[in-house]
């Protein structure tokens, strides 16, 4: 069984046909991308994904487990954790604050215990400094973990980004465009990092992508969507080969 | 161990450093006799006007949401804690002790009223808290003033609109329509609001240095980010409310227990809003700001007394001096020590 299984997922706003009769599947461990020309709805499909919208039709399996109507914190908490096209950082909180946020689940201590610092408040505060300095530092991020969020060079908040959404523990890891505006260097380590993160964390991954060289380097498999429907699927060298995805992307 | 920078001590240091100074100097000046009569008298208000500004700064500044209502809650807190006291005159002879169950009673009433505005309103995004509380507010105060209380030897007795009640022999009226409430035994002490803003300043900055702190602040910068990563929008954000309303039904059993006579008008919106001020003037989400802006803006039209005719200008010039501060680079400097490492 696959771990990700997308059957026949749809989505309307009013007349506007969003994503139509998309399927999917996604075997654990994998590194599966998204691409598609603008407007074609792949941000939509993560936001379906994760219970911002709820589909009109089709469904989601996570595991067996059913994700469509659950909210997007219950979805989280079952192993789905995300970064965002146009980064939402808590920008006002530090670097190490942004990630212990993200560990809310994974070490808990009650309300009594946050009003009055009894008992495993320190312990487990600690022990939330250590793995979240822990996950910085796969990022490069360790030295900098007193900045606060905003502060952060743009590539960096990037980064940030996905460490507060692996800190989540995710079984399946969503990517908005993360090399967005970045240079082919910054490009360059990114893909090392998202390797890196895959082998160290065990993830699945699904990412949104305009960089081919990108998508081309490190997406074992390629989903391709045009007007919310889709155009073309396989691995890279198939797809980014196939004229109809050309034509899609470059026009006649 | 890396290098872990820990800015929550500095916000101990400073906001009890603060108050613990400010009331061993009072006490001093009470002791050498070198204090006015009208100072003294607004002790306590300010110690309440403190823990009022401090709670209204968990909804304001750390949650993000307006709120127009605080006062209400501190109306709920004041008739309630009124209410409790006089029922338990017999019962806690110690007025301390007394004082303390009746700000309980007080706190965990407006913590139910919160719950009640909280519950439907919160679920929305936008500025919907901000009318309904204003509409809380001016609801609180209206059955406030047509509310009936009596204890008499067969217990309480309550109605709504009019007197639906004979009280018996030795019963008395506690809250009297309109009328208010009159002849409360004082248990308000300078040192009790000293102690009540202890607590309020030790409870609010645990919660903010705390993961259920990290939830609300991460709600406030980028709700969908947080939603994203396993946090319930509207359990933080009730959560941070009904803290906040808990804080400031607390804060008015001490304000009401410090005056003989109470009425409704005195929670209006006009004490909503000056709340308001303090905590804005005195930095959002900067706790020990709200208690230096609400202790600074109470004593001060008192002490502008003695300059009658200029007392509301100088009050604004110093509302724009505050503001001016607070944007300016001089208190960058001053807080400059704020993000040095500590190892």
């Given amino acids: ?46 936001n379906m994904l994760t219970g911002v919208y709820r589909p009109t039709d089709g469904g989601i399996r996570l595991d067996g487990e059913n994700l469509v109507g659950k909210t997007p914190h219950e979805i989280c908490r079952l192993g789905v ?16 604050d942004n990630v212990k946020t993200a560990l809310h689940h994974e070490t808990t201590y009650t309300l009594a215990e946050s009003l009055l610092h009894l008992g495993g408040y320190r312990k487990k505060e600690r022990e939330m400094d250590a793995r979240a300095l822990d996950i910085l530092e796969v990022f490069g991020l360790a030295e900098k973990n007193h900045y606060t969020a905003a502060n952060l060079p743009y590539g960096q908040q990037r980064k940030l980004e996905i460490a507060r959404a692996l800190a989540t523990s995710p079984k399946l890891l969503l990517l908005d465009e993360p090399a967005a505006g970045m240079n082919p260097q910054e490009t360059g380590e990114l893909m090392e990092t998202i390797e890196l993160v895959r082998k160290k964390y065990g993830v699945t991954v699904l990412l949104i992508e305009h960089d081919m060289k990108l998508v081309a380097g490190i997406c074992e498999y390629l989903y391709v969507l045009n007007f919310g429907r889709e155009l073309a699927q396989g691995s890279p060298a198939e797809v980014l080969h196939n004229p109809e995805v050309v034509t899609a992307y470059l026009g006649e | 161990m890396k290098k872990l920078f820990s800015p929550g001590r500095r916000d101990y240091t400073i906001s009890f450093g603060i108050v613990i100074l400010a009331y061993l100097v009072v006490q001093a000046m009470i002791l050498t006799g070198n204090i006015t009569s009208s100072f003294k008298g607004q002790l306590v208000p300010i110690c309440a006007y403190i823990v009022m500004a401090v709670s209204l700064n968990l909804t304001v500044g750390v949650l993000g949401e307006l709120s127009l209502g605080h006062a209400g809650f501190m109306s709920v807190g004041a008739f309630g804690g009124i209410v409790a006291t006089t029922a338990l005159a017999d019962a806690i002879p110690f007025a301390p002790l007394r004082l303390a169950v009746a700000m309980a009673f007080g706190g965990l009433l407006a913590g139910i009223m919160g719950v009640i505005v909280g519950v439907p ?9 901000a009318i309904v509380t204003l509409a809380f507010g001016q609801i609180i105060m209206n059955i406030v003033n047509v509310l009936y209380i009596g204890r008499d030897a067969r217990g309480l007795h309550f ?20 009328i208010g409430v009159s002849g409360v035994s004082k248990l308000s002490t300078f040192t009790a609001g000293f102690l009540l803003v202890l607590a309020t300043l030790l409870l609010i900055l645990n919660l903010l240095h705390s993961r259920t702190g990290r939830a609300v602040m991460a709600v406030r910068d980028n709700a969908i980010a947080a939603e994203s990563i396993g946090i319930s929008i509207t359990r933080y954000k009730l959560l941070a409310f009904v803290v906040s309303a808990v804080f400031a039904g607390m804060a008015g059993t001490l304000y009401a227990m410090n005056y003989s006579t109470v009425t409704a008008a005195k929670f209006d919106f006009n004490t909503s809003i000056l709340v308001l001020v303090f905590v804005v003037l005195g930095g959002l989400g900067n706790i020990w700001g709200s208690i230096i802006a609400a202790a600074l803006l109470t004593v001060l039209p008192e002490l502008l007394r003695a300059v009658n005719d200029y007392r509301m ?10 503001m001016l501060f607070n944007n300016s680079k001089l208190k960058e400097r001053l807080l400059a020590g704020r993000h040095r490492e500590v190892e």
């Fill in chain 1, 1 to 46: 069984m696959a771990m990700l299984e997308v059957t026949q997922l749809g989505i309307s706003f009013g007349g506007l046909r969003a994503v139509d009769a998309l399927s999917m599947r996604i075997e654990k461990g994998g590194l599966v991308g998204l691409i598609g020309p603008n407007g074609a709805g792949k941000t939509t499909v993560f």
């Fill in chain 1, 81 to 96: 954790a995300r970064t965002f096209q146009n980064i939402r950082l808590f920008s006002r909180m530090t670097v190490l």
């Fill in chain 2, 121 to 129: 309103v919160l679920r929305l995004k936008g500025d919907y808290l």
């Fill in chain 2, 159 to 178: 109605s709504l609109l009019e007197q639906r009640f004979e009280l018996g022999e030795g019963g008395k009226m506690i809250i009297n329509g309109p």
């Fill in chain 2, 313 to 322: 200008l100088l009050y604004a010039i110093l509302l724009i001096a505050m």
